[in-house]
């Protein structure tokens, strides 16, 4: 039986960067390259030359891909968020419009808040709707981008399948540069995707139901 990998996936836009402990698929890719890391805190010095670099998808082999990827997020600025696939019993999901892209809802968790609790609050708040039901986790994602001030910043992103029975008229939150709230039935999704981030397309992968 094959044993299950364990990958860190971190997405820079379109691009991949990649941890893991698979040494086959580390440097068998067709899409990029892959190297061996020596010592853990080489990784930062690593996602500087992939984040300057066209590589597609860029691997880095580990016996202990957690410590790398603990190494990468010490050595820059970490960020915890939540947001979720919130679905209505006919088969609908909520997306919002958000600088040019289509998105789910998201947003930082604050102090003392739980994974599930932000992932309400920011769905809430960002679709200006009340009434949030968790169902499951869905999956974890990360991505990097650059900050005013060009600081680095890993997001890492804590997914959740959720439910709305209520009837309340969407209302996208313009402060924070939302400026649209849908309701779009599952069927429709995949015309969304050529104009969704990587990172928001492999959680709709996670979504097959609603």
């Excluded at 068998?28 to 998808?57: C, W, Y």
């Excluded at 202990?64 to 820059?76: Q, W, Y």
């Excluded at 997306?95 to 998201?106: A, C, E, T």
Aim: net charge negative; glycine share 4%; hydrophobic share 35%.
């Amino acid at each position: 039986m094959n044993r299950q990998s364990r990958d860190f996936k971190i997405f820079l836009a379109n691009r991949l960067f990649i941890i893991s402990d698979d040494e086959e698929k580390c440097f068998k890719s067709v899409n990029g390259m892959g190297t061996r890391i020596s010592k853990h805190e080489d990784v930062n010095a690593l996602f500087d030359f992939f984040e300057q670099s066209p590589v597609l998808e860029f691997y880095v082999y580990a016996e202990s891909p957690e410590s790398v990827f603990n190494c990468l997020t010490a050595g820059n600025k970490y960020i915890r968020a939540a947001g979720g696939v919130v679905s209505k019993a006919n088969n609908e999901v909520l997306l919002i419009h958000r600088l040019g892209f289509w998105d789910l809802p998201k947003g930082k968790i604050e102090e003392n808040e739980t994974d599930i609790s932000a992932a309400c609050r920011e769905i809430e708040e960002e679709c200006g709707i009340s009434g949030i039901e968790i169902i499951k986790k869905l999956t974890d994602t990360y991505h990097v981008y650059r900050d005013r001030d060009k600081e680095r910043i890993i997001k890492h992103t804590v997914w959740f399948s959720a439910r709305y029975s209520g009837n309340q008229t969407l209302k996208p939150q313009h402060e924070e540069d939302i400026d649209m709230a849908v309701w779009t039935p599952l069927k429709d999704i995949p015309q969304y995707i050529p104009e969704m981030y990587a990172s928001v397309r492999s959680v709709m992968d996670n979504v097959t139901s609603v």
